[in-house]
């Protein structure tokens, strides 16, 4: 997961762009400083050691994930919660009716969706730090495809959370559903269309990325108005996205600013730096969001307002 822009970076030149016949291998010994980088790489200048060098092949760069160098924590820290989020994607059919046994196929279909889409961000993400250092092109490609992961697990958050928070109001369901389909839609076009690359569009790229983030605002004050503060505080698991937006206004500032490796910079070359921070950050906040799911789901069970279970 990353929020660089995709128009970065310098054209490469043609000793950049010209695979070496020989790609050494993706060892601690191979690593560079950001001063050996081409221009196209270069982002953080305060992670000042161990990049990998330039791979031109997709095996090189797979092998390099299991190596030590200062993108090894970006790439497993998002890896491993994708493994997990991937096999619960199927397990939660068994999972939820064993602690749930009234659980319709909706209720599954709808934990299921979300994990999917939890595993298709940090998968994306994961891709990415995996083969940014294959070539300019392939580092651009992969660059839009995280910013679409990101998208993926918006649009997944907020339709779970409107279906336990709006469980038996099903017209603010599915007109909320649509709402951020469309923006999400929108915002994938926008993000993979080469028309809408480059500068020119960056404003409107990030202000399109923000507001379907923002939607999920409207929802949270509609449920206070229908409910009542103290039944969304008890029955929507609003505490804990609250927490969810806490910790991710947390992760992005941290990241903006660069934290702490712009009070020491080449410290955190390793382990440590803002980036790390960032995703592991993500991976707490996607936890939270999963409890507030479950804590709705399980007022909702137990004091259903449609219907006895």
Request: aromatic share 12%; net charge positive.
């Amino acid at each position: 997961m990353d929020f660089i822009t995709a128009e970065k970076g310098a054209q490469p030149t043609l000793s950049e762009t010209e695979p070496p016949h020989h790609p050494p291998p993706p060892s601690s010994s191979s690593l560079l400083t950001y001063d050996e980088l081409p221009s196209w790489h270069q982002d953080n200048p305060l992670i000042r050691t161990s990049y990998r060098r330039i791979s031109y092949s997709v095996l090189s760069s797979l092998r390099s994930s299991l190596h030590i160098h200062n993108e090894t924590l970006n790439i497993h820290t998002h890896s491993v919660p994708f493994l997990l989020c991937l096999f619960f994607t199927g397990f939660i059919f068994y999972l939820l009716p064993h602690h749930y046994p009234s659980a319709s196929r909706a209720d599954k279909a709808v934990f299921s969706l979300w994990f999917a889409l939890s595993a298709a961000c940090l998968g994306l993400s994961a891709g990415y730090h995996t083969l940014m250092n294959h070539s300019q092109k392939v580092a651009s490609r992969w660059l839009r495809l995280d910013f679409v992961g990101i998208v993926l697990m918006i649009l997944g958050d907020f339709a779970s959370g409107i279906y336990v928070a709006f469980y038996c109001e099903g017209r603010l369901r599915v007109g909320y559903w649509c709402m951020i389909l469309a923006l999400a839609g929108l915002s994938v076009v926008v993000l993979l269309h080469p028309r809408f690359q480059g500068p020119r569009w960056r404003i409107f790229r990030v202000g399109l990325f923000v507001g379907t983030a923002c939607s999920g605002f409207a929802p949270i004050v509609n449920a206070i108005v229908v409910f009542g503060w103290r039944e969304v505080v008890r029955g929507t698991g609003m505490p804990w996205y609250l927490g969810e937006g806490g910790l991710l206004v947390v992760a992005a500032t941290v990241y903006a600013m660069r934290i702490p490796e712009r009070y020491r910079p080449g410290k955190y070359d390793l382990v440590g730096h803002s980036h790390q921070i960032f995703h592991a950050l993500v991976v707490v906040a996607t936890g939270l969001h999963l409890v507030g799911l479950l804590t709705a789901y399980n007022y909702e069970y137990h004091h259903p307002r449609c219907g006895s279970r």
